[in-house]
């Protein structure tokens, strides 16, 4: 049983994958379906929405995350 919780973090980061996978499937489109996988992957590991919103708006701001969304 130990070993299913050393892996949970790993199991909820592939469950946020494949739901930006079926996002994609299903026609959401890439930034639809990146938004449903990072709502997802925060909720499965605690975090409010609120607290969600708060930390994807900072991110923006980020340089990386420019680069990303120039790339993409």
Do not use: D, N
């Not at 130990?2 to 973090?9: A, D, G, S, V």
């Amino acid at each position: 049983m130990e070993q299913i919780t050393h892996f949970l973090p790993l199991i909820k980061v592939l469950a946020s994958f494949a739901c930006m996978l079926a996002g994609i499937r299903f026609k959401l489109g890439i930034w639809g379906a990146i938004l449903a996988g990072s709502f997802l992957l925060a909720m499965l590991f605690g975090m409010s929405p609120i607290g969600w919103v708060a930390t994807a708006g900072s991110a923006l701001l980020l340089e990386k995350a420019l680069y990303l969304a120039v790339i993409l």
